[in-house]
């Protein structure tokens, strides 16, 4: 069978210094507009770095409904682009748009800096870390490190790749194989198993079909550029320990994974799954799960 998937290199490459100094900023509500919100709100790391809502929370209590379905950070520096738009192409550029943006930290860097600069054990990391110490710029640098040595290179798939003939549960691998058979690795395939391609959610018809309303995140790529070639068009999410991270999708509207492997049959597809087969798929997904990454500190 061709190989289309890779499995994680078991060796990330990180300055260990940045990463744990970002991993303190991931948890510090200084980087927030009212000392409120850190970025482990929305990443719990014990929710596999997702928060297990169908939207993100937002500090502007009407917009939570116009919020997309939190994504994992477990291998975010494996995918081509960052945001469900892939409207960040670095993850220094996704953590500053966080911060700033006001229906989610709602921060203002000279406020932020104020209060950080206050606290002179930062500062000296800063300084360690840092030619030029503490800097809006330095701060999303060191969220971004911490952020890219979030790896999971061990999964029971990785360990089949890499020559184990018995990592795989019979069940799984009958999954490993129709999931080629049913072409979803046209989208889902690489080292992230996804996370490297834009794709129109819906080929098949609509899986907005007999919705009320539709909010601007539901349009995709669409919201941000104004063509039509972009509605609907979102990245398309890496399947990398997507057992521990439902609810799925842009908007968090399938609770299962059987829930997701039937929408995206039907409307990526074009095909109805059979029982034999969802239990199959189901197994590989869950084949994907990894240990979770140990924090640098």
Same mark, same amino acid.
């Given at each position: 069978?061709?190989?289309?998937? *890779?499995?994680?290199?078991?060796?990330?490459?990180?300055?260990?210094?940045? !990463? +744990? %100094?970002? $991993?303190? /900023?991931?948890? =510090?509500?200084?980087?927030?507009?009212?000392g409120s919100i850190f970025c482990a709100r929305c990443?719990?790391?014990?929710?596999?770095?997702?928060?297990?809502?169908?939207?993100?929370?937002?500090?502007?209590?009407?917009?939570?409904?116009?919020?997309?379905?939190?994504?994992?950070?477990?291998?975010?520096?494996?995918?081509?682009?960052?945001?469900?738009?892939?409207?960040?192409?670095?993850?220094?550029?996704?953590?500053?748009?966080?911060?700033?943006?006001?229906?989610?930290?709602?921060?203002?860097?000279?406020?932020?800096?104020?209060?950080?600069?206050?606290?002179?054990?930062?500062?000296?990391?800063f300084e360690s870390a840092f030619a030029d110490g503490?800097?809006?710029?330095?701060?999303?640098? *060191?969220?971004?490190?911490?952020?890219?040595?979030?790896?999971?290179?061990? !999964? +029971? %798939?990785? $360990?089949? /790749?890499?020559? =184990?003939?018995?990592?795989?549960?019979?069940?799984?691998?009958?999954?490993?194989?129709?999931?080629?058979?049913?072409?979803?690795?046209?989208?889902?395939?690489?080292?992230?198993?996804?996370?490297?391609?834009?794709?129109?959610?819906?080929?098949?018809?609509?899986?907005?079909?007999?919705?009320?309303?539709?909010?601007?995140?539901?349009?995709?790529?669409?919201?941000?550029?104004?063509?039509?070639?972009?509605?609907?068009?979102?990245?398309?999410?890496?399947?990398?320990?997507?057992?521990?991270?439902?609810?799925?999708?842009?908007?968090?509207?399938?609770?299962?994974?059987?829930?997701?492997?039937?929408?995206?049959?039907?409307?990526?597809?074009?095909?109805?799954?059979?029982?034999?087969?969802?239990?199959?798929?189901?197994?590989?997904?869950?084949?994907?799960?990894?240990?979770?990454?140990?924090?640098?500190?």
């Amino acid at each position: 069978m061709p190989r289309a998937i *890779a499995p994680i290199p078991l060796r990330t490459h990180v300055d260990r210094t940045r !990463a +744990a %100094l970002g $991993r303190r /900023l991931f948890f =510090d509500t200084r980087l927030s507009g009212d000392g409120s919100i850190f970025c482990a709100r929305c990443h719990d790391p014990t929710h596999a770095y997702t928060d297990g809502r169908r939207r993100s929370l937002s500090l502007v209590p009407e917009a939570s409904a116009r919020q997309f379905n939190v994504p994992t950070l477990l291998n975010v520096s494996l995918n081509f682009a960052f945001g469900w738009r892939a409207e960040h192409e670095t993850l220094e550029a996704q953590a500053r748009s966080v911060i700033e943006n006001p229906e989610h930290m709602g921060a203002d860097w000279p406020g932020a800096l104020h209060r950080l600069r206050a606290d002179p054990a930062l500062v000296a990391e800063f300084e360690s870390a840092f030619a030029d110490g503490l800097t809006a710029t330095n701060v999303t640098r *060191a969220i971004a490190e911490f952020e890219r040595s979030l790896i999971t290179p061990n !999964a +029971a %798939l990785d $360990r089949y /790749l890499r020559g =184990d003939r018995n990592a795989l549960s019979e069940e799984a691998l009958c999954g490993y194989r129709t999931f080629h058979r049913y072409g979803c690795v046209s989208c889902h395939q690489g080292v992230n198993v996804g996370g490297n391609l834009l794709a129109r959610f819906g080929i098949f018809g609509s899986p907005y079909e007999g919705r009320e309303t539709l909010v601007p995140t539901d349009l995709g790529r669409y919201s941000l550029t104004g063509r039509e070639n972009d509605r609907r068009v979102f990245r398309v999410p890496s399947l990398r320990n997507v057992a521990l991270t439902a609810p799925y999708f842009h908007d968090g509207s399938a609770r299962t994974l059987e829930d997701a492997v039937r929408i995206v049959a039907r409307y990526q597809l074009g095909r109805e799954v059979p029982e034999k087969d969802m239990d199959c798929l189901v197994a590989f997904l869950h084949s994907l799960t990894a240990p979770q990454p140990e924090s640098p500190r």
